[in-house]
């Protein structure tokens, strides 16, 4: 008898203890985590990276909804763990009292399968944030298409990217589902600018203004600064239904081919009216109703 | 036969003392929970939300509605707690009394295992639900796109967001469909008003017209309040089939885009009409007929 | 051997008549469940619901119908729920006569996967029915969109939800497939009527009888009732490829903006031909042949 | 040794028996089923359906084809059944005579398990063939959209649905594939014709011609028998690129929507060109090129 | 230590000797399996099918490549049986000697379960191509259409089809990615004929000539013997962009749909040319250039 | 302790000898295997395939590469070899000496899991490559449609399939993604030519014409040897949106369709110009400019 | 109590010794690996590759950035492998203790499963990554089309491939999502071009006109020395809606498919102006205005 109470007693006391002890440990980690979740998404590796000076008022406008938002998410972990140490250690102690503890077992098992498919687009999104960040595919302030969306990020969490498109409207993008990044402010990027001219039309003629035009901009324009290569005129990319393709190319800064090629755009209509070249169009000419 | 007696029965009666414990907590976890929804989703968290005083209607005409759809909710709950807890003491008993009880841990596996399989839609809308209250994508009163529908949020539940499109139509989605949100209701918005004009017109004077007009809207109009910077005209963002798109952008208070958007292109046509600028299309104009 | 035989088939006997107890349990749970459905689906919850007085005679000419089939789902749940029970109870008793069982938990258990695999969609199917009828997403004679077939629903079952649609066809549709559903039967609803005109056009008068039009519908009409709030031109909403796309709307009561939206659109199609206003085309007008 | 030899043997013997038994009864059920499969797929439910006197040549053509068929089905399952019963008995045999039985049962596991994989839509298709039986929602006979096919039904079974579509095709759907079903033939059918006119036409005599002979055609013609209403005109269903779309609406007797339809498209055509209404089309009239 | 030797050694030998009688049944199944399989696939349900006697040729000339292809199948399958038996075998002899044998089992179960995810597909092709042998969907010679590829089915194999299309190209498609079929060479085919004519041309001249044309067909032609019942024109049957479609229909023997479909075609454009009747097009009619 | 030593260390050291040997077969299976593969893929059946004389260039250029190809994964795989038989037998070992090895094989049963779901693909390509290559359905050199992609196939390997198109781009595809295989080089092909004629051409002259042209390049060309059967006119395939379309079909050797409609092609519009029938186009004739 | 001692705490102790062994050699293993990595991806095979002299910068450039991924990388791998193996020990010592550690596995395999689920996509990744850099699909500085993006790779990594497009965006594509790989830049590329002339054009002269000047850009061009073999006009590719398409092909060097074409295409069009062979286009020539 007394075998039995300095066995059984004593075994279940030291499982309480370890519960304890481990409870200990994941609630210490759980507010590292937090802590440092409430301060930006994963500083050390952000931190010397794009995201530079303008986008400080960005994060301390932010920063106390952060904080509350890793607060609660916090208390939430706090209780799961607790809940699932607590069930473990009350389960093992009915076993250290003899009682069959297998039909607890399967129940919990088929439980946490069940729960386990459901949650798996949960960890997949974790897991691909992970290691989106890990490989640095695109950092806050930079121009991305995400599939999903397209536009500005404006926060990168582990489980959903937050970006802002051209309209304003704010997109949370899940990770997972994430197939590809296409990140426009990396090193450089280029204007491509495709000029449909009707067929017939003089292709030196036009050529040569698009070289011209393109020239200028490069040398001596307010766009000077961020054409980074002397630009090049491929010449007739393709034969479309509407007429002759010419593609004309400028290397720029990253994010700068937008503003560039609107520049050339305009440059290129001004001149080809002078010089009476016709851009293909399925409506008639303004001054054709004059005529 | 005493021994028998002492060992075998105790342990069935402690099973069915600790089960009767755990049913009475869990039916007061459920009870609490549903307390909570009945009062509405996360209150915690959405209190203090945009969803301002506006929105007070909408609830108080809903909630005796909610608060019965919480009161079957929970039954169903405890009912499911009770019958979980009890099959499994059940069990617990008859491997007490020494009966095999492989098979039916077997079966019950099984059963679970065909179950989860089936359930893991349902575990995966819960859970994508808690992540994006947790999240704050979105809540009530906001203009969102689901992917599914489009429209204003009108609640935010654990397994479905229902809104309610332009149409008037009630849009139920299922939170685990959701695989990226747009708000249109976060900081600010942006109009994008892209104008075609046809191949040969004057560009400098279409620029000209689209600048003034966004200008006097942000300057002096019943607008004027909502529109939250000096608009811009970008430029010839692309060349198309019918002519080359002239892009202007006016940042404004979220959910103003439309309206802006509207009385800006109520002006710009006048302004086009008068300066004789066509926007191409496909029939004739309509004093083609009186020609 | 006494105690062999007072042990092994003292077991025996016990597991067989638990057996029959559990088998009588279920067999009565199974006749509550479907003498319930025989009488209606869920009557609890859609007893006082938007399906009034004008489906009694839906509901009563199909109720023998609903008995025979529920009378054939009762049969069947009933030989399934005592097979299961006493194959279990057979392979306990197997097992207690010492015989080793574990083949034929692997059998039953890999059968059972095998099973629970194809079973999956069923499963859902039964959830997502379960689910959708407590959180009331729609009832009988609610005009829904369910992504596979739109229409009036005729039935709400828990594994299938029966649609009639505008050419009489009756669709039934796997209530797990259903990823949104779209009530067009909740509080009210809106006619958003989009008209082009041709560019050019005197928008202000458009937008004058287009107000003038709505108006005198909601004023005095024979769908004055219907129309619940003073109607709306919100102006210029796009520019489209054939004209200048200006939005009317009018709030009305459920199920009547196809109505209001006919009726709207036969006055503003009379005064437009007065006003000389032309809707561009592709097709020359009428009066072009005369001419 | 006697012990031994009365043990192990005893119990090899009694598995073997039990085995035989089982097989027995496994054969005599599934000779039951192939038995009745042979006479019809489950007869007892279709019995007094729409598939009335016509379908029986039908029937009695493919009875003996029907025969054959449940024939090597069921010597096919009586040979699944003899194997599976015979393989777990000899394994079971193995064990009482104390060999390790656990790699056995480890590789039946995971070939199982494999299999199941494979298998699981095969069992799909065979539930939903099941519950689409139970659910009575389509017979022989009926006009329905499977999605993957349309056309009348030839025949229902548990994997397979055969169609016969318009143009003579059969076609064999796999049970598990039908997402929804259409079926055209319960209660009622309803005509809906949206005849395009010119804008600019005149919509009251439009709407009066529609009235006029879809009346006609309900009041004296060869088809009053299957219009089950008075006809509606509902007017201007929507503004189409072409024109204004008219809608005029027959309720009919299963399978005569388009009978009806044809019917009435005739008349309203001829009473058209006598009141010189157009139908816009892209190509010029005929008359045009006289002129 | 006798003991030891009889018990252990003898068990071992007994496993050894059960190992090579499991192998060389299973060995004596395989080849007679590939020994059909080299005769042609299901012989005994495909003998008197509709490949007859024109197909005697085809299965000759392929007789020695499938020969072949059994033998080197039945190589393989031999080799697997092989493997599997002795390495079961292996590990319980290991078993036996008292070797903890758990690791063992959960590496072959963990490899197993990873190889049975990627087997799925084939395990499914295998049991769909059973199934539709077993279900008799097509037969060699067949006009079919899988959804992947449609043509005259060449071989049905139990894992791929192989048909030949119009262009002569062989398609191999797997059966489980076979969602539905649809077989052309069953009881008989229809010739669905429909003719748009424009707007205002005389319908019942039209139906009349058509009605005619398909009569003579039908009456005194080469192709008489192929219809098999009074063609019907069925009228408008629906009103399109370009003008209304008129319906006609030719029930015809399987495969003859297309023969018919072509020499009603040409007898109506030549009745048409002479009636003046014009099929709407969108370029102009060839004398318009003399004109 | 005597009995300990002899019984524990004597069955570690039996677990050790037992890796080693089956480490040495395995490593020799592999070096075996590999070696096969650094000659060819699967030399035995492609030996006397298709890929004859003019195929020995592209595989000696090739064959260093491959050699190396084959060591790399030679190298892979005896390391995965002996990494598994090495850890199995430590655990086995620590069995042995009576550590509780349930935890290890939990921890290695989760992996093993886990990595098997993201291995299924690569198992589901192997099986596909081994099939598609013992099914023989194409070889190097021949024509085929993987879906994916089309071309010549350059390499036939167990994980991927080479592919060259006509562009000369090299693709690499998945075997487990080739859901159908069209194979353009098995036996014989067809010129499929459809010629669309203007409603009101003469079909009597534009048959004769194609029948004349396809006849003279069947008896009389360069290309007579590959036309294999006279060629056929079938008549008018359909009518289309444009005018009726008349199909011609030529019998040719496989891979010699493409020459042989080019060929028909030129002489049908030669014919057809000094017959004056056109091929409806949407632009202009060019003669129309100068008439 | 002696035996007691030494045999539990013995064991306890040899459990995490042979602990701390694993772990060393896990580190060690993981320095190893991101050692590698930190210098290039899979440089054994990649150094003798096509990524030759002019990659050598852009390597050198991003070596600091790779340096520092390996090193997060690293250490995460190390924290992993560190918490695994200790967690495994700590059980397996609760174990040696004689507490239950059953409900710890199941609450470990639950959580492992699930997340498996989760993490199988990346399994996935790597996967494809090591088989397509062993298969050599692709390498630096290729010109790839991966079907989720095309453009130039900048980097082959295991989880991830970075390719960098036209218009100059980085682009992240998960190896796992590649289907399949077309590789621009392997032996030989080659130009193919098609060329619509109108119907009725003078079919000898367009060819002779397309093989003079292909033979001239590979005779005496500054680009002869990329083409590398004779040109060959092959005829009428086909019958388009607009024209006849001619089509012409050039072999040529890898990635000089688009010079060459865009070079072939001016001079085409020069010759097809002068020849006054017009392309068909849906708009009037330039000239037709003035005419």
């Known amino acids: 008898m007394v075998a039995w109470l300095l066995d059984v007693p004593g075994r279940a006391v030291l499982i309480i203890v370890i519960a304890m002890v481990l409870r200990w440990l994941a609630h210490r980690f759980i507010n590292r985590l937090t802590g440092r979740a409430a301060q930006g998404p994963v500083p050390g590796i952000l931190a010397n990276s794009k995201a ?9 406008g932010t920063s106390e909804r952060r904080r509350q938002r890793a607060e609660t998410m916090g208390s939430l972990l706090r209780s799961i763990a607790s809940g699932a140490i607590w ?3 009350f389960v093992m102690v009915l076993g250290v009292f003899g009682l069959p503890i297998a039909p607890l077992l399967t129940g919990a098992g088929v439980a946490g399968v069940a729960f386990g498919f459901g949650a798996q687009t949960l960890v997949k999104d974790f897991l ?3 290691f989106m ?9 930079d121009a991305v298409d995400l599939g999903e969306a397209s536009g500005i990020v404006e926060s990168v969490g582990l489980r959903v990217t937050k970006l802002r498109d051209v309209n304003g409207t704010a997109w949370y993008v899940r990770n997972g589902e994430i197939l590809r990044v296409g990140n426009q402010s990396q090193e450089w990027a280029r204007t491509v600018l495709d000029v449909t001219v009707a067929y017939g039309s003089d292709l030196e003629l036009v050529q040569q203004i698009l070289r011209d035009e393109a020239h200028a901009l490069f040398e001596d324009s307010t766009l000077s600064s961020v054409i980074i290569e002397e630009p090049e005129v491929w010449g007739v990319e393709r034969f479309d239904k509407d007429g002759a393709v010419v593609r004309t190319v400028l290397k720029t800064a990253p994010l700068h081919a937008g503003d560039v090629g609107r520049a050339l755009r305009s440059r290129v209509l001004r001149r080809f009216d002078e010089a009476g070249i016709r851009i293909p169009s399925t409506t ?8």
């Open 52 to 60: 530079g000076v303008f986008l400080s008022d960005l994060r301390s």
């Open 284 to 291: 008639l000419p303004p001054s054709g109703g004059a005529a």
């Open 133 to 141: 960040i890990l490989e640095d595919q695109y950092g806050v302030g």
């Open 87 to 89: 069930s473990i250690a």
């Open 128 to 130: 691909s944030g992970i």
